[in-house]
């Protein structure tokens, strides 16, 4: 992505969950078969994109801790890649 003429970071973040408590609470009316075809794209997706995938079916305060330790992580390597082009680290 580019912002102001410069490459942006993204990071992409899959929440995964058992596909079938997705459809029992959410989405019904969609097959087991769609559900579970959608749920191995987008986990596919994250592999291509080097994404993170959480299991979302965990306690909240688990997903919330995973979550802000992988962007934390992300944003120091980042920091850490930026200084060194640059001569600093």
Known sequence: ML?????????????????ELARAHRRPEVSLENAWRSREGHLAQ?????????????????????????????????TRRRLGRWGFG
């Open 46 to 78: 994250a592999r291509d994109m080097k994404g993170y995938v959480v299991d979302a079916s965990r306690p909240l305060e688990e997903v919330m801790a995973r979550l802000v330790d992988f962007v934390l992580k992300h944003r120091v390597e980042r």
């Open 3 to 19: 912002k102001g003429g410069c490459l942006t970071s993204i990071v992409f973040i899959v929440l995964g969950h058992l596909t």
